[in-house]
């Protein structure tokens, strides 16, 4: 049993980890329109200015669909929120607007189907220093209501289908570590969208609406979201980040590789082109040293490092890139990771990361100098951009004829039938991003998980 500790740190956590209420879902089944009726009835009841809203009624119950359906998600869950800014200035861009949000939320509570947990801010003379947006989750009361309809905590999503986005593109600023260690995400930013920024906006919306012809089974996906990073940046110049993200936390981007492998699209099996060593192998090539894939197939068992297993290299090549240099200390993931996943002993002394710092500044002498040569922004963010801008004009030029691909950050899925076409997409745009660069790729396995060091 926990005790009051326990239980105050559980709901801690369960705060941080809140899931983003996108209010982007609306309802496909009987079940989901008659349930989304009665709370409308409901609110009606508790309305006071019953004309003006009955005047955008179509405009507040999308709102109330979005919401609703966020909600649905943190039933059957002891601890499970979802987050949502509540400042007018973070409406500016969404389908749902800032004043019927208020009123749906304000209304909901009145009814006590919606509980809150209020955002914090903490300052410091120099500013806010720490941040939560306000926090929010059904009560018991809402979801006896979508039981009497029917709508199980399993079958949310069957009941509700998100929406494509209509403002695809996404800018954060960036994130910080909070004194306690965990990562605080930067905060979204307001776009001023026009010129360049509409016409890339624009064909993101018509790569959604084009993937979302196809019947892909076996994994959800309901649009992409393109995420660029460090907006506050003083260099900040729309090529630093600019991931592509399938929404929804049950997205087929966050199962496991083998999970993924058994999906279909319009019934055809797909495989998986996975990008080996992508950060690693951009960055050697933009730093004239292209890597050799015909004499090292594999960049992290290169001659100087096969004394060590491929995941401790390939942790210590990523902490690398995400720390702007060589790190001094294991970070502590790749600790916990390799104590509990890969052996039981300590990461440190098994493999002292002075010992493993020395073997891959041999290997890759370039890396080496990362700290020392390179300036800001950090070079993970640039990195990323090369990586997105690759797989992004594959998946155009894919679409231009009559493909559906579906990104994993570094890697591609398409229909089995089409891996020969995409490989070579993939390989031709890859190098022309990456200033001719040379690349490794493989096919996944198709009937067992591929494990998550081998990439």
């Not at 592509?244 to 099996?269: A, C, H, N, P």
């Not at 491929?310 to 916990?336: C, E, L, M, S």
């Amino acid at each position: 049993m926990l005790d009051h500790t326990d239980r105050d740190e559980a709901h801690a956590k369960a705060l941080r980890d809140a899931e983003y209420a996108s209010l982007t879902c609306r309802a496909e089944t009987e079940n989901a329109h008659a349930f989304v009726d009665d709370v409308l009835r409901q609110i009606v009841g508790t309305e006071e200015r019953k004309r003006q809203r009955v005047s955008k009624a179509g405009a507040f119950r999308q709102a109330a669909e979005g919401f609703l359906a966020d909600l649905l998600l943190t039933i059957g869950h002891d601890e499970r929120w979802v987050y949502r800014p509540v400042s007018q200035r973070h409406f500016t861009d969404d389908v749902v607007s800032y004043r019927d949000f208020t009123a749906l939320r304000m209304a909901l509570k009145t009814l006590g189907l919606l509980e809150e947990a209020r955002g914090v801010q903490h300052w410091s003379e120099f500013g806010v220093i720490r941040g939560w947006a306000t926090r929010f989750r059904a009560t018991p009361r809402l979801e006896r209501l979508a039981a009497q309809y029917d709508i199980q905590p399993a079958e949310v999503s069957k009941h509700f289908i998100r929406g494509l986005p209509e403002h695809p593109l996404v800018l954060r600023g960036g994130s910080r570590r909070a004194p306690e260690g965990y990562k605080i995400p930067g905060e979204v930013m307001k776009i001023s969208r026009g010129g360049g920024l509409a016409a890339m906006e624009q064909t993101i919306i018509d790569l959604n609406k084009f993937i979302d012809q196809f019947d892909i089974r076996g994994g959800t996906h309901r649009g992409y979201i393109r995420v660029f990073n460090l907006g506050d940046h003083p260099a900040f110049n729309w090529k630093l980040g600019g991931r592509f993200y399938s929404l929804g936390e049950d997205s087929y981007q966050q199962m496991k590789s083998g999970e993924r492998l058994k999906m279909t699209i319009d019934g055809k099996s797909v495989c998986e082109l996975d990008i080996k060593a992508s950060y690693l192998t951009i960055f050697q090539s933009l730093g004239g040293q292209p890597l050799d894939f015909a004499s090292d197939p594999d960049p992290y068992q290169a001659a100087e490092l096969r004394a060590m297993p491929r995941y401790v290299v390939k942790a210590f090549i990523t902490a690398t890139f995400g720390n702007g240099q060589f790190p001094d200390k294991w970070p502590q993931k790749a600790a916990q990771d390799h104590k509990a996943k890969k052996t039981g002993k300590s990461l440190k002394k098994q493999y002292p990361i002075e010992h493993v710092r020395d073997a891959v500044a041999k290997a890759y002498p370039l890396l080496a100098r990362l700290g020392q040569d390179e300036a800001e922004p950090p070079i993970w963010a640039k990195l990323m951009f090369l990586e997105s801008q690759a797989v992004f004009r594959t998946m155009l030029a894919l679409q231009e004829r009559g493909i559906p691909s579906l990104s994993v950050h570094d890697s591609l899925i398409v229909q089995r039938d089409r891996e020969h076409m995409a490989r070579e997409t993939l390989s031709d745009l890859y190098n022309a991003d990456s200033e001719a660069l040379r690349t490794g790729f493989r096919r996944k396995p198709d009937s067992v998980p591929m494990i998550a060091d081998s990439r």
